[in-house]
């Protein structure tokens, strides 16, 4: 394109000087020459702009070039004519046009012929193809285009300066990331490192350092960089050195920022969630684990013990069930907190499903463990939980295993804490129960102890009273099963229950206490209608011997027929027990219930309650869960179930029995509750037995 400040503008006598180089150069030239009148019509065409538009000079000369122009580019040529009439006569106009080819882009440098007045008296214009430089610039703008949208978009900063300083141009996105306005902060070395957080900034130092030697060409990491408000943004930042040094080492760089922390946060959360339980923030199944695979290779390689333990929510079905899966769910939390509160820094804490929760302790012995469970369990148990208005109560069973360093599989080790656990429930929950060598010993001793006291007779039934609730009136009594050792020393059911039940001796004891309640009756006196009821426990080993439930019916049979009468005897069976056996023990029973003797179920709405084995069982009394009980006093839930069963009873002519009532407020309760009877310390403690 000529230059407007020096080149002169061209004179008519220039242009009408004949000279035949000038006509060989233009009718032989690639590019388009044509001269115009002031008013755009054809004075002159070369050969080339014919072959290009397909048209003769015939055709052209005289005719205004304006219509072959493209209708959307025929104003923009037109204000460039008109800026010819003013100094420098000169203009470039880039325009679209109809040629052989189709539509293509010609770019025209005109210049104005003038008179000696300075008149324009024609215009001489050179054009040239540039369809490919438009189509490129038009792909280059597009694609321009689509980055300015995708960085804006995409919240992208962009940066770009010196590596050695570090001096760095930022644009307004990447300091809008940080909090900061334009202009309000230089980035260079010691301000960037002073707003890199702490855990990240060596790594990012490093990283930094290997794309300055060279050893990188690309830096590429995420990382965090303090808000101007003080909180931490997570960062991905990607850069490439474009110069470097004739060492190799980077001089400049240009890179970009993009704030990544919604997705950083989402990734760790889920991190987060693969090993820990979103409920209680413990670790989860998977990563408690994962806590005792690596605590047993340390006690492998130490030659340390550690122990692991089992804790258990105390009937936790039942908080579900009276209060909601809501509360359940709080319950659970706040004895998360507790556990949390207690266990030992080195100690590892998870819930390993439902209400059990798993604690692995490194490098620990049974005493250690000890003390430190039953600090643990006594924890809970002191403190009632308020939630939504209601004081919960709950209670932890414990079971823990010794670990030694010689044990290749910690399933092992769980599997005797659970084993220990289940000890602990069986003995009646809220205790630490260990799974070791002196619960070998013991359970060997209680043994003894036991088979020794059924050869000498010394298991005898000790008696606690049953009153009606509304009057104290003692209507019945509830034989239970005693030792008396050899020293004196006299010992409940709850110390050698479990191990009679391992020895299959349970239903021996069955049959003493039977027999002596048989023969206590056989002495009483008085008319059938003024005896008392008496309940004894009968197990599941018993009904499976009908032949000792037959010597017991010949023996009542001899009392009935003393007295006249249908010998008081009820026979207690667990809910379980019935549930699962309806149909055997009713057949191992009937001996018993043709003489007259009445069934009683116990731990009724317990945690597998079911009124089906009502249908099938002559059913006289039903004993309540204590525990279900004890809620009554802080949920109305468990107010209304209780009250559904009493209604159900009734209308069965089943009489209700609630046990350890300690006190006049639980007593006012039941009555209002419409229990019938109900036994406890607060009418009397079991006799010494005899």
């Known amino acids: 394109m000529p230059s407007e400040e020096t080149e002169p503008p061209l004179t008519q006598g220039a242009v009408e000087t004949p000279d035949e180089d000038y006509r060989l150069l233009v009718e032989n030239q690639t590019d388009l020459v044509v001269k115009v009148d002031p008013e755009g019509r054809f004075l002159f065409v070369s050969p080339s702009y014919c072959r290009a538009f397909g048209k003769t000079k015939d055709e052209l000369l005289g005719r205004s070039f304006m219509p072959l122009v493209h209708e959307d580019d025929r104003a923009e040529t037109a204000a460039a004519i008109a800026r010819l009439h003013l100094p420098p006569h000169h203009c470039y106009v880039e325009q679209r046009a109809m040629t052989v080819w189709g539509w293509r882009w010609l770019g025209w440098s005109d210049t104005a012929v003038l008179d000696g007045e300075g008149r324009v008296t024609a215009i001489i214009g050179v054009g040239r193809d540039v369809t490919e430089r438009k189509a490129a610039e038009a792909a280059l703008a597009e694609t321009t285009r689509r980055l300015e949208l995708a960085v804006e978009g995409g919240d992208i900063g962009l940066y770009d300066g010196s590596v050695l300083p570090l001096d760095m141009s930022v644009d307004a996105r990447y300091l809008a990331m940080l909090g900061y306005g334009v202009g309000e902060i230089q980035v260079d070395l010691q301000s960037w490192q002073q707003m890199l957080h702490p855990d990240d900034r060596d790594r990012v130092r490093t990283l930094g350092e290997q794309v300055v030697r060279g050893d990188l060409d690309r830096f590429e990491a995420e990382y965090r960089m303090r808000h101007r408000d003080g909180h931490w943004v997570w960062i991905q930042d990607r850069a490439r050195v474009y110069e470097r040094d004739a060492d190799g080492k980077a001089m400049r760089v240009a890179g970009t920022h993009m704030d990544i922390t919604r997705r950083k946060v989402a990734e760790l959360k889920l991190e987060y969630l693969v090993d820990h339980d979103e409920l209680t923030g413990l670790l989860n199944r998977r990563g408690i684990w994962q806590s005792v695979q690596r605590i047993h290779a340390q006690s492998q390689r130490s030659g340390r013990s550690c122990c692991l333990a089992i804790l258990d929510l105390d009937h936790f079905k039942l908080v579900n069930d009276a209060y909601g899966h809501g509360v359940g769910d709080e319950v659970l939390k706040w004895v998360s907190g507790r556990l949390r509160q207690e266990v030992r820094q080195a100690d590892w804490l998870g819930r390993w499903g439902g209400e059990e929760f798993v604690i692995a302790l490194p490098e620990t012995n049974e005493v250690q463990a000890r003390t430190g469970l039953e600090r643990i369990r006594e924890s809970v148990a002191a403190r009632p939980i308020q939630i939504k208005g209601q004081q919960i109560r709950v209670t932890l069973s414990i079971g823990f295993a010794t670990c030694q360093s010689d044990e290749g599989d910690p399933r092992e080790v769980l599997a005797r804490a659970d084993m220990a656990l289940y000890h602990a429930k069986n003995a009646g929950r809220n205790r630490v129960c260990y799974d070791g060598h002196d619960s070998g010993v013991y359970a060997v001793s209680m043994a003894v102890l036991v088979q020794s006291a059924l050869q000498t007779a010394r298991i005898l039934p000790a008696f606690q009273p049953i009153v009606e609730l509304r009057d104290r009136r003692v209507v019945a009594e509830e034989s239970l099963a005693r030792i008396v050792a050899a020293d004196g020393r006299i010992l409940t059911a709850s110390a050698f229950i479990e191990i ?7 239903h021996r004891i069955d049959s003493m206490l039977l027999s002596a309640t048989a023969a206590r009756l056989k002495c009483s006196k008085g008319s059938g209608a003024s005896r008392l009821f008496d309940f004894v426990h009968l197990s599941g080993d018993l009904v499976r011997h009908p032949d ?30 019935i549930s699962a056996e309806t149909e055997q023990v009713a057949r191992a029973l009937a001996p018993l219930l043709d003489l007259g003797c009445r069934i009683a179920v116990s731990d009724y709405g317990g945690d597998t309650s079911s009124f089906r084995f009502l249908i099938h069982l002559p059913v006289s009394f039903i004993q309540l869960d204590a525990n279900l009980v004890r809620l009554t006093s802080e ?9 559904t069963i009493q209604h159900t009873a009734q209308d069965l002519g089943i009489t209700t029995i609630a046990k350890q009532i300690e006190d006049d407020a639980t007593l006012q309760r039941l009555i209002e509750l419409g229990v019938d009877w109900g036994s406890g310390y607060l009418f009397g403690r079991p006799s010494e037995p005899g």
Do not use: C, F, M, Y
């Open 548 to 577: 000792i439930l037959q010597t017991l019916a010949r023996e009542l049979d001899g009392v009935s027929k003393a007295t006249n009468a249908a010998p008081p005897l009820v026979l207690t069976l667990n809910e379980r027990q």
């Open 635 to 643: 949920s109305a839930r468990a107010r209304s179930i209780l009250a």
């Open 500 to 506: 009679a039940e391992q020895l299959g001796l349970l």
